[in-house]
């Protein structure tokens, strides 16, 4: 309607619109200017990773240096440890806790006890909204060889105290524990409002058949929620690479960084701590592509399965 | 009319019912060992070695890092940071959302397209930290309140949300002699107000919860917010809560369990009280998120 009011393209017909609607403008230039400066302006900054960037030289007359610093990362003897440690530990995430707040939610759904079900989802959320910090010190509280509870426990019942924190073979369970531990209750809610939509009638219908709970549950409900669970898992895959970065940072010390350092706790620590700016972009660089190409493909495999993808 | 329940039925309930209270008790357990634990002597700590509900209750803990300036200023810290950051968070979601939830908008599809972009791809730790260097931003609260201020995610949520508004709404104010800065504030905001609370919410917990912006961005440590601290004297353990001097300088002692868990205590206490004003919205929050726009 509005649009037809200035059908010509004549400048002051482009100008008046411009005015009419010059408040809106006003409205979005500073989140624009946000995106602009926080977003894109370091996009542009990845160019150091082709150049040796010199903070005193600054980015224009730093020397060009092409693909260097990749070649370098390639050879490097760390970037197979650093690409099996992120496979291992995010194979690790969607094996054994993607699964879980499916299983819970299916759980919650089938209680009958409204009052319990109410407290047990308000108890399983509560994790969600700690810092990693927090549950990162609970689990130093709990595993730790001075007077930590595991420990004093193995110790009362016979065992050995096991130097959890500081050892390579428990790093990745203890990694994904701390997170089923924190994400799972959360995880549930995506689920429970997809069960939520199931049509009462259908369990009805199932029962009038003589179908038992598990049928019920396994003819009625899983298919219901089927979908939801496909697009989780595919933009789970999405994301692969991305485990979970402060909890592996706050987790990562000098005795298991042999399993644990992946790729964002190495650019911090050869970027940030040694300073090896363009090197570590690099690094960075490298992640991101293979996260876009994760991100478009799972992408696509989404609008394959009949999904509507995520943009 | 209800069906009796089988025997199977009935046997597969109980086994349910069970199974979630596990779960639910197996959550809860490490927040009761730490908060009793807070509350305990040192000698029962050392003695039993682990408590759910100490003989004998004490404040030392709690009078100790209370006593102590790190804490009480990092606190203050984070209490700052949490609300002048989520009052920037959602000035400037609102007042970027709306436009972009505006049908007569010109360029609205690029600048939807620009910010959709940034979920997908950025430039890295790196080059951002570049960036907040080149600013001026290293350590000032700033960089904890700035670099953040927009969640794309959020953006796009709050703009579907302004988009189902009744379009009359806007017809009728210009009628009025509304300008849009006016039905944006006077109308708008107002009928936004409980998707701007579960919003508020979701920022103030992100901003409570801030650490590695800040071991990026400061290395002031009188500045450093609460989750910074915890993580020295839980995690590194490598200074005492009263040396405020230097933290990683002067080696101290490594604080007591009590001590430890009672400053794991006060820096999560405040997102628990917040919590149940928060868990009547979030269920809505998170499936707003699945609109599609």
Redesign the interface.
């Given at each position: 309607m509005?649009?037809q009011a200035y059908p010509a393209a004549k400048p002051s017909a482009w100008m008046g619109?411009f005015m009419r609607?010059r408040?809106?403008?006003?409205?979005?230039f500073?989140?624009?200017l946000?995106?602009l400066?926080?977003?894109?302006?370091?996009?542009?900054?990845?160019f150091?990773a082709f150049k040796d960037y010199q903070p005193f030289l600054g980015f224009w007359d730093s020397p060009f240096v092409g693909l260097k610093h990749f070649e370098r990362f390639f050879s490097d003897s760390n970037f197979l440890v650093l690409f099996r440690n992120t496979l291992i530990l995010a194979t690790y995430n969607i094996l054994f806790f993607f699964p879980l707040p499916i299983v819970?939610a299916l759980?919650?759904n089938?209680?009958?006890?409204e009052f319990?079900k109410r407290?047990?989802q308000?108890?399983?959320?509560?994790?969600h909204?700690?810092?990693?910090?927090?549950v990162?010190?609970?689990a130093?509280?709990?595993l730790t060889t001075e007077?930590g509870?595991v420990n004093?426990?193995l110790v009362?019942y016979g065992g050995e105290k096991i130097n959890f924190l500081v050892s390579n073979e428990w790093f990745r369970t203890i990694i994904t524990a701390e997170v089923i531990?924190k994400e799972?209750?959360w995880g549930t809610?995506?689920f429970l409002?997809a069960l939520a939509g199931v049509d009462p009638q259908l369990y009805e219908a199932a029962?009038m058949d003589g179908a038992?709970?598990?049928r019920q549950l396994w003819h009625i409900t899983l298919p219901a929620i089927r979908s939801t669970i496909i697009i989780l898992l595919i933009l789970r895959l999405g994301h692969f690479l991305d485990t979970g970065?402060?909890q592996i940072?706050?987790m990562l010390n000098a005795m298991n960084r042999e399993v644990g350092e992946v790729f964002?706790t190495y650019?911090?620590s050869v970027?940030?701590s040694q300073g090896q700016?363009s090197f570590?972009?690099a690094v960075?660089?490298f992640?991101?592509v293979i996260?876009?190409i994760l991100?478009?493909v799972s992408n696509h495999l989404a609008k394959k399965f009949g999904e509507?993808g995520i943009? | 009319m209800p069906i009796k329940p089988s025997w199977g039925s009935r046997i597969f309930d109980s086994l349910n019912v069970t199974l979630l209270l596990a779960f639910a008790l197996i959550t809860v357990i490490p927040f009761i060992y730490v908060i009793a634990g807070s509350f305990a002597t040192q000698k029962e700590l050392l003695q039993r070695g682990f408590i759910l509900f100490p003989t004998e209750y004490t404040l030392d803990a709690y009078k100790y890092i209370f006593s102590t300036p790190t804490l009480v200023r990092s606190l203050l810290v984070t209490v700052y940071i949490t609300v002048v950051g989520t009052l920037i968070n959602i000035f400037f979601t609102c007042m970027m959302a709306y436009p972009l939830a505006r049908k007569d908008m010109d360029f609205r599809k690029p600048i939807l397209l620009l910010v959709v972009f940034t979920m997908l791809f950025g430039g890295g730790m790196i080059p951002t930290f570049l960036v907040v260097k080149q600013l001026g931003m290293i350590n000032t609260y700033w960089s904890l309140l700035i670099p953040g201020a927009i969640s794309a995610f959020n953006l796009i949520i709050m703009r579907n949300f302004f988009q189902q508004l009744p379009d009359g709404l806007e017809e009728s104010a210009k009628i009025d002699g509304c300008n849009d800065l006016g039905i944006f504030f006077r109308i708008v905001l107002p009928l936004s107000l409980p998707a701007i609370a579960t919003f508020s919410l979701f920022y103030a917990v992100g901003h409570w919860n801030t650490f590695f912006n800040a071991v990026l961005y400061i290395n002031d440590h009188t500045k450093w917010p609460i989750q910074v601290l915890l993580r020295q004297i839980v995690i590194l353990a490598s200074g005492g809560v009263g040396d405020s001097s230097s933290m990683e300088a002067d080696f101290v002692a490594p604080p007591e369990q009590s001590v430890k868990m009672a400053v794991i205590v006060v820096s999560t206490l405040p997102i628990l009280l917040v919590y149940p004003f928060l868990q009547k919205h979030f269920a809505k929050g998170v499936l707003l998120g699945s609109v599609k726009g």
């Open positions: 509005k649009a619109r609607n408040w809106l403008y006003f409205m979005v500073p989140g624009l946000y995106f400066v926080f977003k894109y302006w370091p996009m542009y900054g990845i150091i819970i759980m919650l089938e209680l009958r006890q319990i407290t047990v308000t108890l399983v959320y509560i994790p909204f700690m810092s990693w910090v927090v990162v010190g609970i130093y509280i709990f007077g509870m004093e426990l009362r531990w799972t209750g809610i995506i409002a029962r038992n709970r598990l970065f402060e940072f706050l964002d650019v911090y970027g940030i700016y570590s972009t960075g660089l992640k991101s996260g876009l991100v478009v509507e943009y | -």
